[in-house]
């Protein structure tokens, strides 16, 4: 009963979705919605992007809050042992099975079980999970009867499902079965907006202690980096500022360095210096004839960063100068590498 009491107050703790985005506040209504009902979620979304989060949330959100929240890794545990994990086994079914040791569906029974990157599972075991899905029993390995589980299932992957079945690699009645209610975890590429309410939300959990602050400009070069790692690598930058630079402000310079990318000074000849296609054009009085494209980016560079300059680096006082939507603003800046 304590190890159950551990594993809810760790699931109160994580279940909450930040965020002020459209996206995620899509995923928030989501949540709020298929909740209360015990229909099997399936969450896709890139690896980082808080998949897990959304099915905590999801959890927190239905009648069995105070149940189990049980979660497994599918792509994480040897071929050989997954079904032992899942279904669980008797003493002496195989060699080192030195007692009777129960599975994660009735571990998770009355509670939700969380089942990770469930393209990754293996082609076989998918059989087995289907049969566990329809009747509602498990049996574990060595044993001779069934055990009735009451399981809620929510599961994750960061494949394309549908190419996986195309490939034969994945069950597409399978897929029916989990898959009643998609929800998409969006990229933090696609939302910067939660960049800041992200890091805020991260602080809090690592304490006062050590903790930075953001000027604008390293605001700027966090709302324009790529995030392929999504959240998870938001994270690591934060505790890498803490480690490196505890209790400073941190400035364009320093995030550069956080970022892993080569300082930038604010002017138009480093952008001409990463962007070696971007050249002086030929003036319009010249004998020559004027490249029209490379003197619209020329031109474009420079009102962007004069912009910028004169919104103190903050975006959206800087599309608002230019009169352009922030979003297209961003993409021109990662077009020219501006921030």
């Known amino acids: 009963m304590a190890s159950t009491a551990r594993r809810v107050e760790k699931t109160q703790a994580d279940g909450q979705i930040v965020g002020v985005s459209v996206a995620i506040e899509q995923v928030r209504d989501r949540v709020r919605r298929v909740g209360p009902s015990s229909a099997p979620v399936m969450i896709s979304g890139p690896s980082g992007a808080g998949k897990e989060m959304v099915a905590r949330a999801i959890h927190q959100a239905s009648p069995r809050a105070a149940m ?7 792509g994480a545990i ?7 994990e899942l279904f669980g086994h008797e003493r002496g079914a ?20 969380f089942l990770d990157e469930i393209g990754d599972m293996r082609f076989d075991m998918q059989v087995k999970l289907l049969r566990v899905l329809e009747d509602g029993m498990v049996q574990r390995v060595g044993g001779t009867s069934a055990v009735k589980v009451d399981v809620r299932i929510v599961c994750a992957t960061h494949r394309d499902i549908r190419d996986e079945i195309d490939a034969g690699r994945f069950r597409e009645d399978l897929y029916f079965r989990l898959s009643v209610i998609p929800i998409h975890t969006p990229p933090l590429q696609e939302r910067p907006e939660d960049i800041a309410p992200i890091i805020d939300h991260f602080q809090r959990k690592m304490g006062e202690r050590d903790r930075v602050q953001f000027d604008r400009m390293a605001m700027a070069r966090l709302e324009l980096h790529d995030w392929p790692g999504n959240v998870r690598e938001l994270r690591n930058v934060l505790e890498r500022a803490r480690v490196l630079f505890p209790g400073h402000s941190i400035g364009g310079a320093e995030m550069d360095e956080l970022l892993g990318r080569p300082r930038a000074s604010n002017n138009v000849t480093y952008l001409r210096d990463v962007r070696p296609d971007i050249v002086p054009p030929v ?18 560079c420079e009102r962007i960063q004069h912009a910028l300059d004169a919104a103190d680096g903050v975006v959206s006082e800087a599309a608002r100068l230019l009169t352009l939507k922030r979003t297209t603003l961003i993409e021109k800046m990662r077009k020219y590498r501006v921030a």
């Open 78 to 84: 040897p071929a050989d042992l997954i079904e032992s």
């Open 283 to 300: 003036a319009p009085n010249g004998d020559g004839p004027i490249n029209l494209r490379e003197l619209i980016e020329t031109l474009e």
């Open 68 to 74: 189990p929240f049980v979660a497994i890794n599918c």
């Open 94 to 113: 195989f060699t080192g099975a030195a007692q009777r040791r129960i599975g994660r569906f009735e571990e998770a029974s009355g509670g939700t079980l």
